[in-house]
């Protein structure tokens, strides 16, 4: 029964996502972080915030990843950008980041601009099988997670 309840075509993942997160900013902005993280903040101290915990995770997977300036990374799933954000301000380097939210995809591309950061990241609207090239580095917070169980 597994590979029936883990059949995750391409089609079938854009629908889902689309289900899930081409809602309403506004809805997500009600119970996210401010930066929009969805998922394993890192609670260090159980007295963190919310934000702080987020913040926490990103600056966790940051110096995981031993970041050289002028690599290149690729984000699955990626969200808002609130990662890829990061990575391409604090390390110096340039972030592809896919997704298959077109809500989540605008909001990305516009952070970005917001913050001059347009030519360190590339926001898509892709799905990871159809990725192509080099990265230095490959990072994904929860998505494989939540895709394998088909949401």
Known sequence: ?????????????RRNVAHHYDLSHKLY?????????YSCAYF?????????????????IAAKLLLKPGQRVLDIGCGWGGLALL????????????????A???????????????RRTRFELRDYREIEGKFDRI???GM???SSRGC
């Open 1 to 13: 029964m597994r590979p029936i309840q883990q059949y995750n075509p391409v089609g079938v993942a």
């Open 144 to 146: 494989f997670e939540r």
């Open 44 to 60: 260090r101290d159980p007295d963190l915030s919310l934000d702080d915990a987020q913040d926490a995770k990103k600056q966790h």
């Open 139 to 141: 990072v994904s917070v």
């Open 29 to 37: 902005q009600k119970f996210l972080d401010a930066d929009l993280q």
């Open 87 to 102: 990575l391409a301000r604090a390390e110096k380097v340039d972030v592809v980041g896919i997704t298959l939210s077109s």
């Open 104 to 118: 989540q995809l605008g909001i990305a591309e516009q952070r970005a601009r917001q913050a001059g950061l347009e």
